[in-house]
């Protein structure tokens, strides 16, 4: 299976969206042949109707499955009333064969902050309970800091309670976005993982636009970065979730995994 993770579009008619750099990705993207591509939020910059307008129209070239969660600048100025007009609904559990996604908005209304909440932390455990091969948890802000994306903030406001229930059931996959940075870290036997900015000009320092790429085989999870500008991909982490086998270019340099 695989698994393209975009976040991070940021579609506006502004100087904050590269219409150049988004279209060479979706050729890039749509060149993958994926099983599914999720989206962790922010597709608008002000939520704004033609920004909505806007992200639609750019996102239909995008060939494929499409789970999308909102990110907090989709709800400014009335915007989450708009997602679910163009995108569906903001939280969900869907199943696809041994997979089950759960996707959830952590955004709120012209917060820059996020939540999950009781009852978005029930709606994981009802996924779970689904028991499938293979679980994984989307949304928008990251739970743990990560690095090289400035002075910390925003991680979400109840993201003890969040991380407990994710480790105690041993979900192996967390996917996120928001820091405009790509980054994955194994936490007891969950990897979480970020990605960067899709196509939005607030790139940090050498990073770039970049999207995921999620391999899974043979109960072996791949993560490889997409570098938009170069075209190139570079594997970021390999994990192997039933014995917590990880080996992270982040941490380990000297181990080759390509």
Do not use: W
Not at 85 to 102: K, M, S, V, Y
Request: charge should be neutral; include cysteine; hydrophobic fraction near 35%.
């Amino acid at each position: 299976m695989r698994i393209a993770h975009i976040s991070d579009i940021h579609a506006n008619y502004g100087s904050d969206f590269n219409n150049t750099t988004f279209e060479k990705a979706v050729k890039l993207l749509n060149a993958l042949e994926t099983d599914l591509i999720f989206i962790s939020g922010d597709l608008t910059t002000e939520g704004l109707l033609r920004e909505y307008e806007y992200a639609s129209e750019r996102l239909s070239k995008i060939k494929g499955k499409k789970a999308i969660v909102p990110g907090n600048h989709d709800e400014k100025n009335l915007g989450y009333k708009l997602f679910p007009e163009f995108f569906g609904n903001t939280d969900f559990i869907r199943t696809d064969g041994n997979l089950t996604l759960i996707g959830l908005a952590t955004s709120e209304p012209d917060k820059a902050d996020g939540r999950l909440g009781r009852n978005r932390h029930r709606l994981i455990k009802r996924g779970i309970e689904k028991k499938k091969d293979l679980t994984i948890i989307g949304f928008h802000h990251h739970l743990v800091p990560i690095p090289n994306s400035g002075r910390e903030h925003n991680i979400i406001e109840d993201a003890g309670e969040t991380l407990d229930i994710i480790l105690r059931n041993n979900v192996p996959l967390v996917l996120m976005g928001h820091r405009h940075v790509p980054y994955a870290v194994k936490v007891h036997n969950t990897l979480l993982v970020n990605a960067g900015t899709f196509s939005c000009n607030r790139t940090r320092a050498h990073f770039g636009n970049t999207f995921n790429i999620i391999d899974i085989k043979h109960e072996t999870i791949v993560i490889s970065v997409m570098n938009i500008e170069e075209g190139k991909q570079r594997k970021m982490v390999q994990f192997t979730p039933h014995d917590g086998c990880c080996i992270n270019r982040y941490y380990e340099e000297n181990m080759r995994i390509d």
